[in-house]
């Protein structure tokens, strides 16, 4: 990856033009450590560090402990719309194999996310309870007689249709179920599983509590990737269901710490 950086010889690239280079990596993976940095562009970590520190003065990248991460990946959560454009074959593979770990009778919990709808899209033919945040998976499986659906209240969040908030977090609390599955934007080994927004994060660290089985569903792009807030360590989840698009290396790292399926 990144072939194109070397267009430019390393040695003789100008502040300027590794900064930008450092960026576009940062649009592609969306974080990237120190260390990775300056293996990637051949100079000293204290030459990346100052790039890094420039880039976050001018509002360009998000400074982070032991690295960087682009602005956009930090802040910003695409619309449902928007997100189910991306990886949609490896999302659909993801849901069929992440259903079949549901038994008919379980209480489920089902998360927000585009990867979590084509769980709930494979869930019709169970008899099951579904409590969900999400409002997508709710009218999904609103047709399928066999399955009880419990709504969290809360704030609605327009862009991802789901709940969240206070409230959200003290109806979760009362609550007992069997799985939840879980939709992330980050799961890295040493950070743990991720996503942008502080009181969402929140509430999903909420649903591992809550869950005898906690089940990531998360496609391979999300692999080796940290964003602003973290929901809880990698040891908290009992399984991730990625596609055969993971690096090798970072799949090794993760089956250290939980187990992965791939599909």
Do not use: C, W
Request: cysteine-free; aromatic content about 4%.
């Amino acid at each position: 990856m990144y072939n194109y950086v070397k267009t430019i010889t390393r040695l003789h690239m100008l502040p300027i033009q590794r900064q930008i280079k450092i960026k576009e990596f940062l649009v592609e993976k969306g974080f990237a450590s120190v260390e990775e940095l300056s293996k990637q562009f051949e100079v000293s970590e204290m030459t990346i560090r100052r790039d890094l520190d420039e880039l976050h003065k001018q509002g360009i990248i998000q400074r982070i402990y032991g690295g960087a991460m682009d602005n956009d990946q930090a802040f910003f959560e695409m619309s449902v719309n928007a997100k189910s454009e991306k990886f949609a074959a490896e999302k659909i593979k993801i849901g069929r194999v992440a259903a079949d770990l549901v038994q008919n009778g379980d209480t489920i919990f089902m998360d927000s996310g585009t990867t979590t709808l084509e769980v709930a899209k494979n869930l019709k033919d169970k008899k099951i309870t579904i409590i969900t945040t999400a409002l997508n998976v709710a009218v999904e499986l609103s047709i399928s007689p066999d399955i009880d659906i419990l709504v969290a209240g809360g704030i609605l969040r327009k862009g991802p249709l789901n709940t969240t908030g206070p409230q959200t977090d003290a109806f979760i609390r009362e609550l007992r179920v069997d799985k939840v599955f879980i939709g992330v934007e980050g799961v890295d080994t040493e950070s743990g599983i991720s996503v942008p927004d502080p009181i969402n994060a929140h509430n999903k660290h909420t649903m591992l509590e809550i869950a005898r089985q906690v089940i990531v569903v998360a496609d391979h792009s999300k692999l080796g990737r940290t964003t602003t807030s973290t929901i809880a360590p990698l040891d908290k989840v009992h399984v991730v269901i990625t596609d055969n698009g993971a690096d090798p290396t970072i799949v090794k790292e993760l089956r250290q710490k939980t187990q992965v399926i791939l599909v």
